[in-house]
T-cell receptor, first 115, second 118 residues
Framework: AQKITQTQPGMFVQEKEAVTLDCTYDTSDPSYGLFWYKQPSSGEMIFLIYQGSYDQQNATEGRYSLNFQKARKSANLVISASQLGDSAMYFCAMTHQGGSEKLVFGKGTKLTVNP | GAVVSQHPSRVICKSGTSVKIECRSL??????MFWYRQFPKQSLMLMATSNEGSKATYEQGVEKDKFLINHASLTLSTLTVTSAHPEDSSFYIC??????????????FGPGTRLTVT
């Protein structure tokens, strides 16, 4: 069974600094996708970034980058130049490609950006 | 584009009554939609996969007779919580994947529905 582990319940970062949110995964599928979502206090899930298991390069989307280390089964999210609006819950998730595309989520990390 | 709406956003109902939650893809067609439940300070847990024109696929431990899912069109899936009890109080979120877009992976999430059963 697929499993996502996020070991940091909470993280703090100073505004304008970079922060790394950890995510490790476990799967026996050779083909899978890894996602990061942001959930502000309002509740909606905001897609941030995606990494496919066969992608050779780490994904980047603006201030977000995904540090994909396949051998270690880790997919850490790096947020550069943190902003106050980045304060939210962050969830790592995975799905196996070619299947039903259902997502398995980690427990999340609450990020607080301090001014 | 790729907007998913949910209605209602908040609902309070009495124990024993049924509540219907709608999930609509506003500008795309979705053969498959997903229903998640999120308890306070916890992660999203997949409840079921909703397939247009066929029966939903429920995750282990989810009572299909309690959480009725209907996906009658390519833009609408409904979740009905039957005979609701206080323990059903939760945040329910749907997501949809756009039909026919090959090579895409993104699911679009609705804004969620907060259900409170008194």
């Amino acid at each position: 069974a697929q499993k996502i582990t996020q070991t940091q319940p909470g993280m703090f970062v100073q505004e304008k600094e970079a922060v790394t949110l950890d995510c490790t995964y476990d799967t026996s599928d050779p083909s899978y996708g890894l996602f990061w979502y942001k959930q502000p206090s309002s509740g909606e899930m905001i897609f941030l970034i995606y990494q496919g298991s066969y992608d050779q390069q780490n994904a980047t989307e603006g201030r977000y980058s995904l540090n994909f280390q396949k051998a270690r089964k880790s997919a850490n999210l790096v947020i550069s130049a943190s902003q106050l609006g980045d304060s939210a819950m962050y969830f790592c998730a995975m799905t196996h490609q070619g299947g039903s595309e259902k997502l398995v989520f980690g427990k999340g990390t609450k990020l607080t950006v301090n001014p | 584009g790729a907007v998913v709406s949910q209605h209602p956003s908040r609902v309070i109902c009495k124990s024993g009554t049924s509540v219907k939650i709608e999930c609509r893809s506003l500008d795309f067609q979705a053969t498959t939609m997903f229903w998640y439940r999120q308890f306070p300070k916890q992660s999203l847990m997949l409840m079921a996969t909703s397939n247009e024109g066929s029966k939903a696929t429920y995750e282990q431990g989810v009572e299909k007779d309690k959480f009725l899912i209907n996906h009658a069109s390519l833009t609408l899936s409904t979740l009905t919580v039957t005979s609701a009890h206080p323990e059903d109080s939760s945040f329910y979120i749907c997501s949809a994947r756009e039909t026919g877009r090959t090579g895409t992976y993104e699911q679009y999430f609705g804004p969620g529905t907060r259900l409170t059963v008194t």
